[in-house]
């Protein structure tokens, strides 16, 4: 790895410090006050919401047997069929690469304020080390109390590995890792496949993952936690070595560092083809999975279309923050980003780590087995109903914080831990 750094002026990631004299004295800059907020980072993470309650419920179902995709229900009624399709198609391996995206973006961006406005480079580097650090203690707490399948541990050990080696890089050297990366990620999935073409009976009959679920289905709470950790713990590291995240992770930082979001009029054409193209591929692949899951197609090689499926979640993920790219500049030209449901919207994005957490405090105590177990009546349309439900919920309490002047609470306490020193 070369140690180039990007070129350009002080207020771009990378660019060269500002003087010393104010790189040093001045104090860190708190955060981003929401007259400087940008639109579409803001509101697709309020959409992404709604896909990871989606992504999630359907783990509640834990009496329900299942398939090889994404652990739905093989069976259900035309109503069931038609959500499982539809969660595989849109929602399935594609939450996380958008958060993902996401997260990287936003270290671009609170990176970038910290050092336009004088803060030094060693003091930006250390809040965002205890940023992570402190994103790590959440999700283990998280993990431990409600839900194995926490992803915010996974993201502050990305940010804790990723930023150091990349964050001050030049844009060839982001481009360059990012085309290793997905040609690794390429390997991997044409591995994959070609497995389960030369043994389809030994990859067909392969189980979904019990660990994941032991610790919903398991109705002692203090036993539950026991299979939560490792489940996490597991999930934490795989999302690294799959590849997925640290490519996305790459996309963001190049992202923020050309401003793709907050000034989208500049990279329309750009934006797109990233739509287009990205939301494509994946539908395509996703649906393929879907109708084998349904049992519209032949499902002998599912576990070589969910390969290429999870692979595809890179662009998907990707495709959708573009998307909402497009939409923050056709809602901003029309003059429509006042309007209720978008200032509503908008309000959960803002406060995305409370309504994060929140789902598993609706979700785990009402849905698991050692809560009330309620789990076990729903069917996949149901519980898109719950998940649905549970995210406008979440939309009406973001909105009545906003209207109140209000942060989310989970993060007033992370900005309180990373800025102590301040």
């Not at 834990?62 to 652990?71: K, S, W």
């Not at 930006?124 to 959440?138: C, D, E, P, T």
């Not at 009546?377 to 549970?390: C, D, E, K, Q, R």
């Amino acid at each position: 790895m070369t140690t180039d750094r990007a070129e350009g002026p002080p207020s771009v990631p990378g660019g060269e410090d500002p003087p010393a004299a104010a790189a040093d004295t001045r104090a860190p800059a708190g955060s981003t006050p929401v007259a400087e907020r940008a639109l579409a980072p803001d509101l697709a993470r309020g959409m992404m919401l709604l896909l990871i309650a989606l992504a999630h419920v359907p783990w509640f179902l834990y009496q329900a047997p299942t398939g090889l995709a994404m652990l739905h229900p093989v069976d259900g009624d035309l109503a069931d069929r038609i959500a499982q399709f539809m969660t595989i198609v849109v929602v399935d391996a594609r939450t996380h690469t958008m958060f993902g995206f996401l997260f990287a973006y936003g270290i671009g961006q609170m990176y970038r304020r910290q050092r336009a406005r004088g803060t030094s480079e060693k003091e930006a580097r250390g809040l965002l080390r205890r940023r992570h650090l402190w994103m790590l203690v959440f999700g283990a707490v998280h993990a431990a109390l409600l839900w194995q399948g926490d992803i915010l541990g996974t993201y502050g050990l990305i940010g804790l590995i990723m930023v150091p080696l990349f964050l001050n890089r030049s844009d060839r050297t982001l481009k360059i890792w990012l085309s290793v990366l997905l040609a690794l990620g390429a390997l991997v999935t044409l591995v994959s496949v070609a497995a389960v073409l030369l043994a389809p009976d030994a990859a067909s009959t392969a189980a979904a993952t019990d660990m994941q679920r032991a610790s919903i289905a398991e109705t002692g709470y203090l036993l539950s936690a026991v299979f939560r950790l490792p489940a996490w713990f597991f999930g934490l590291f795989s999302g690294l070595f799959t590849l997925a995240l640290p490519t996305v992770f790459l996309i963001g930082l190049l992202a923020a560092r050309h401003r793709f979001l907050e000034d989208p009029a500049r990279h329309l054409g750009l934006l797109r083809r990233v739509a287009v193209l990205g939301i494509g591929a994946g539908w395509a692949a996703g649906a393929v999975l879907g109708l084998q899951h349904v049992g519209v197609l032949d499902a002998t090689y599912i576990s070589a279309v969910s390969s290429v499926h999870f692979y595809t979640g890179i662009f998907t993920g990707v495709g959708y923050a573009a998307l909402f790219g497009l939409l923050a500049h056709r809602l901003s030209a029309r003059g429509a980003q006042r309007s209720l449901p978008v200032r509503a919207l908008v309000s959960l994005g803002r406060r995305s780590l409370s309504g994060y957490l929140a789902q598993s405090v609706a979700f785990a105590p009402f849905l698991a087995a050692w809560g009330l177990g309620l789990g076990v009546y729903l069917s996949s349309w149901s519980a898109v109903l719950v998940a649905v439900g549970t995210w406008l919920l979440t939309v009406a309490a973001a909105f009545w914080l906003d209207r109140a002047g209000r942060r989310g609470p989970a993060e007033v306490l992370l900005r309180r831990l990373t800025y102590r020193r301040s």
